[in-house]
């Protein structure tokens, strides 16, 4: 069973930037694709960005030009770098593993709050 933890979230500032880092442990399985979602309070989950083990990237339309998702393949480890985050960007984030056969593997969430 492959367990996924997130951190670096955090308090900041309008305009500031934060980092954040998912790493898998556990029993392994293949990773085909590597996601990060959030969800504000009152709201749907929405997809924040995606990347494949190719290197193809999918960004969600309200983060583009602003974060930048990248991996480590041999850590199998995910990362969301995030710039001039707005107040809008406060949810929680959660990562997410994609394995062969449509399986997925969810990390517990890390709280981003972007206030002044």
């Known amino acids: 069973q492959v367990r996924l933890e997130e951190s670096g979230g955090g308090l900041v500032q309008p305009g500031e930037s934060l980092r954040l880092s998912c790493a898998a442990s556990?029993?392994?399985?293949?990773?085909?694709?590597m996601a990060w979602y959030r969800q504000a309070p009152g709201n749907e989950r929405e997809l924040v960005a995606a990347i494949t083990t190719s290197g193809l990237t999918n960004y969600g339309d309200s983060v583009k030009g602003r974060f930048r998702i990248s991996q480590n393949k041999l850590r199998n480890a995910v990362y969301l770098q995030m710039n001039s985050l707005k107040p809008e960007d406060t949810a929680v984030y959660y990562c997410?593993?994609?394995?062969?056969?449509?399986?997925?593997?969810w990390g517990q969430g890390t709280q981003v709050t972007v206030s002044s």
């Open positions: 997410k593993f994609r394995h062969p056969g449509d399986r997925e593997s």
């Open positions: 556990g029993n392994g399985a293949g990773i085909i694709a």
